[in-house]
């Protein structure tokens, strides 16, 4: 088999088939850090199918000062603006990227008012606000996507065009990590990632989901069973339980996936999956700004895959926009995220009880 020939063909966007379009999607972003300043709305600036319309933040000054960058943003509103429906003419969709405990409130009231979803991951603090979730989408009859930004990374799209054409033969295991100094990266001791209330969690559910969820996407599969350990060491940890965490996903036909995650490492990332035939890898794997890179080896012959470095961000939000334009269902949806929700939580429940936890 000549793998370097069947590594040629790749549409990065094989889900697309609507163009620049004058009505693009418009978007109101909830919650305006740094995220969204450097990430999101750079992103949808480039975009085609979408455009930021409105900024919330619980600081309307703040983002008042984030619209006057945007050529597009028309309104910036406060939270309890949002909720009382303020410039609700203005947008079709909300981004909701609040900390995990208070992502379900705007969920609620953009589902009430009939606006399309795409929330930040993980969907939600605990398993019982997640069900809610699903819940109040489901009644409102309203489009939810979560933000799984791999699930449209044209390196990771292309690792799962291998492993299901058989190329590494059957998967056998998947190692992923995703580690760095958060502390660093935002030097705020007070943030709230490093408060379990607002967090549920973090390593493990801030980065470990990315090696977790992907693991799932790349073999199309959801886990079983899990085992995992996780401490935290530095006093700066002291409110949430994982500072680091190393988890192993049983998944059915027995696969494994072993994942690692740290708020206080060294910035690394990858995902792997390792077959009876050879094996395929992206490292850098997960961060936004990282050149990504895609391997494939089957046998002794190893090749590395080219293909068109893309802006992780742009990419998720036309994805999701496409889907609204053409009336079609986005993946992934809250029931795919809840999975995620339960999974983290079981390694939480794992570490502490030193057992295995079936799921």
């Known amino acids: 088999m000549d793998i370097e020939t069947l590594t040629d063909e790749f549409d990065r966007r094989d889900w697309q088939d609507v163009e620049a379009t004058d009505d693009p999607i418009r978007i109101a972003m909830i919650g305006v850090g740094w995220w969204t300043r450097e990430q999101?709305?750079?992103?949808?600036?480039?975009?085609d199918l979408c455009e930021t319309a409105v900024l919330v933040s619980s600081d309307p000054e703040k983002a008042g000062e984030a619209a006057a960058d945007s050529e597009t943003v028309e309104h910036a509103i406060s939270y309890e603006a949002f909720h009382d429906g303020a410039a609700s003419d203005a947008y079709d969709a909300v981004y909701v990227v609040t900390p995990n405990a208070r992502h379900l409130e705007f969920v609620e009231t953009a589902a009430e008012m009939g606006k399309a979803i795409l929330c930040e991951k993980p969907m939600e603090a605990t398993i019982e606000r997640a069900e809610r979730m699903v819940e109040v989408v489901e009644a409102h009859d309203a489009t939810l996507m979560v933000a799984y930004r791999m699930q449209t990374e044209p390196?990771?799209?292309r690792a799962k065009e291998f492993v299901d054409e058989g190329l590494i033969g059957k998967p056998v295991f998947v190692n992923g990590n995703m580690t760095e100094p958060i502390l660093d990266l935002v030097p705020d001791p007070d943030q709230w990632r490093l408060d379990g209330e607002l967090s549920g969690g973090c390593a493990t559910m801030d980065i470990g989901i990315y090696p977790l969820n992907t693991a799932r996407f790349l073999l199309d599969a959801d886990p079983v069973r899990v085992r995992g350990t996780v401490a935290s060491v530095?006093?700066?940890?002291?409110?949430?339980?994982?500072?680091?965490?190393?988890?192993?996903?049983?998944?059915?036909?027995h696969v494994f996936a072993v994942c690692t995650a740290?708020?206080?490492?060294?910035?690394a990332s990858h995902i792997e999956v390792i077959g009876t035939e050879g094996r395929v890898r992206v490292e850098p794997?997960?961060?936004?700004?990282?050149?990504?890179?895609?391997?494939?080896?089957?046998?002794?012959?190893?090749?590395?895959?080219?293909?068109?470095q893309v802006d992780q961000m742009e990419e998720e939000f036309e994805y999701f926009a496409h889907c609204l334009l053409t009336g079609e269902d986005p993946h992934p949806d809250g029931e795919h995220a809840l999975r995620d929700i339960e999974a983290i939580k079981a390694v939480y429940e794992a570490s502490e009880r030193e057992e295995t936890v079936e799921l």
């Open 40 to 47: 999101a709305i750079p992103a949808v600036a480039s975009a």
């Open 155 to 157: 390196a990771v799209r």
């Open 234 to 253: 530095q006093p700066e940890f002291d409110d949430v339980p994982d500072e680091h965490s190393a988890f192993q996903l049983d998944f059915p036909d």
């Open 262 to 267: 740290s708020q206080n490492a060294q910035m």
């Open 285 to 308: 794997a997960f961060y936004p700004w990282d050149d990504r890179a895609l391997t494939l080896q089957r046998g002794e012959t190893s090749v590395d895959v080219a293909f068109e």
